[in-house]
C-alpha cells in the first residue's frame, strides 16, 4: 500500500508559475512509476506528465509540454510537478498517481491515487 498527499495548489495569476508535490509514504518509493493528472468540470481525467522509477524517463501530455516539468526524490519520497506560464485551461484539480508495473498515459493502470490539489489559473 502507497499512500500519496499532494501540496502546493492555488490560485495564481495566468502567466503565473506554481509546484506541487506529492510525499509518499508506506512502501518503497523508487518501485513506483509518478504520474501527474488533472481533471476538470465534467471532463475527463486528463494525463499530464510521467516519471520512471529513477527519473531517467519522463512524458507529457501534448496540452503541458515545454512549460511543465515533473521530477522525483527517490531519497525524500517525492514527486514534483512545476507547472510554468499557467493558462486558464490548466484550472483543474491535480492528482498524483502511482504505479508498480504501469509507465504511461492510461489513468486506469495507476494503483494509487492522491486526495488530489486545486489549481486555478485565473485571466
Known amino acids: 500500500q502507497v499512500q500519496l498527499v499532494e501540496s502546493g495548489g492555488g490560485l495564481v495569476q495566468a502567466g503565473g508559475s506554481l509546484r506541487l508535490s506529492c510525499a509518499a509514504s508506506g512502501r518503497t518509493f523508487n518501485d513506483y512509476t509518478m504520474g501527474w493528472f488533472r481533471q476538470a468540470p465534467g471532463k475527463e481525467r486528463e494525463f499530464v506528465a510521467a516519471i520512471s522509477r529513477n527519473a531517467y524517463s519522463t512524458y507529457y501530455g501534448d496540452s503541458v509540454k515545454g512549460r511543465f516539468t515533473i521530477s522525483r526524490d527517490n531519497a525524500k519520497n517525492t514527486v514534483y510537478l512545476q507547472m510554468n506560464n499557467l493558462k486558464p485551461e490548466d484550472t483543474a484539480v491535480y492528482y498524483c498517481?502511482?504505479?508498480?508495473?504501469?509507465?504511461?498515459?492510461?489513468?486506469?493502470?495507476?494503483?494509487?491515487w492522491g486526495q488530489g490539489t486545486q489549481v486555478t489559473a485565473s485571466s
Open positions: 498517481a502511482a504505479s508498480s508495473s504501469y509507465y504511461g498515459t492510461d489513468f486506469r493502470r495507476y494503483d494509487y
